[in-house]
């Protein structure tokens, strides 16, 4: 399941001639080999999730799958700005639209960078990517005996609750609810952007039932955004461990357009830039993951840039 990455992305311009430092990320970016065990001294892994199957099921528009690519294409080029390391694990593909097999791999991908003390920043694909993200980070602190409370932190415009089956892109984290329960352990779940035109009522009611804290798209524009960062930090400083989880969806479709359920109204930019900013600044952060980047709906690779800023600031 686990793939090279399919194109060389990791392109772009050289300055010689310039004065001071002029690196940039493809010039630092190394291949992960999986036979290497050497500690990752918490360095950033990236790691593709080229899936398709759980946006298909959930009846949304395909093109995610090449998401990961055209993510690292518009990295390549940002400045490391003194990025001493980054790794590239390649691509989890979905093949023959086993999505089941595609997020059992991609949870042992997770794990096994976790294992080695590494910081994985998974690249969507749809937020189906969300529920082998999750196990991953599970499975990682089960070995470690350590059950200390995990957050999830989701910037969404959906709350992804459905409890249909068979599992979609629209499903992730009711089957986080649904493990969480089976091993009594706490669903700590915070959702912002949630637009209340994307979700029926069934699903509000579903979120209530399971304790899940949420805001409205309408109370996350900036001019709300000191309330909630103070919010938030409340909610970080109670956790262990947070898993930050981003669905491009909830930023406006005029800033990105390259999903498969544009945002009518949506999270400015730069309130998500600073709820992912707190959130690393807080050394509590293990694992994040950008969903749902569709190049096949993008406008001139508006939306790669987008998804790369975000990933840049993860990185950290």
Not at 117 to 138: K, M
Not at 232 to 256: E, F, K, R
Not at 271 to 286: N, P, Q, T, Y
């Amino acid at each position: 399941m686990r793939m090279a990455v399919t194109q060389n992305p990791w392109q772009g311009r050289v300055d010689n001639g310039e004065d001071g430092d002029t690196t940039r990320l493809f010039r630092i970016v190394h291949a992960l080999e999986t036979s290497d065990l050497t500690p990752l001294g918490n360095a950033p892994v990236l790691l593709g999730f080229r899936c398709d199957a759980g946006v298909l099921r959930n009846q949304g528009r395909p093109g995610a799958a090449h998401g990961p690519d055209a993510i690292r294409q518009a990295l390549a080029n940002v400045p490391a700005h003194g990025l001493p390391a980054l790794y590239d694990a390649g691509n989890i593909s979905c093949e023959d639209a086993d999505l089941e097999s595609a997020q059992f791999a991609l949870a042992g991908a997770v794990r096994d960078v976790l294992a080695r003390g590494g910081f994985p920043l998974v690249l969507g694909g749809g937020h189906e990517v969300a529920w082998g993200t999750w196990q991953g980070l599970r499975a990682h602190l089960d070995a470690q005996d350590d059950a200390g409370r995990v957050l999830i932190i989701n910037i969404d415009a959906h709350f992804d609750l459905r409890t249909s089956r068979p599992a979609s892109s629209g499903t992730p984290f009711d089957q986080i609810a649904n493990a969480c329960a089976e091993r009594g352990q706490p669903f700590d779940y915070v959702c912002l952007g949630v637009s209340r035109l994307s979700n029926t009522p069934a699903l509000f009611n579903r979120a209530d039932a399971l304790c899940v804290s949420y805001v409205e798209d309408l109370d996350m524009q900036e001019r709300h955004l000191e309330t909630r960062l103070t919010e938030l930090a409340s909610c970080i400083d109670a956790a262990d461990h947070v898993y930050l989880t981003i669905d491009l969806d909830a930023l406006p479709a005029a800033v990105m357009p390259g999903v498969s359920a544009p945002a009518a109204y949506g999270v400015p930019l730069p309130v998500v830039e600073e709820v992912a900013l707190l959130v690393r600044r807080s050394g509590k952060l293990r694992v994040a993951d950008l969903a749902e980047y569709n190049p096949q709906y993008d406008r001139d690779h508006q939306g790669a840039r987008v998804a790369a800023r975000l990933a840049w600031r993860l990185l950290g």
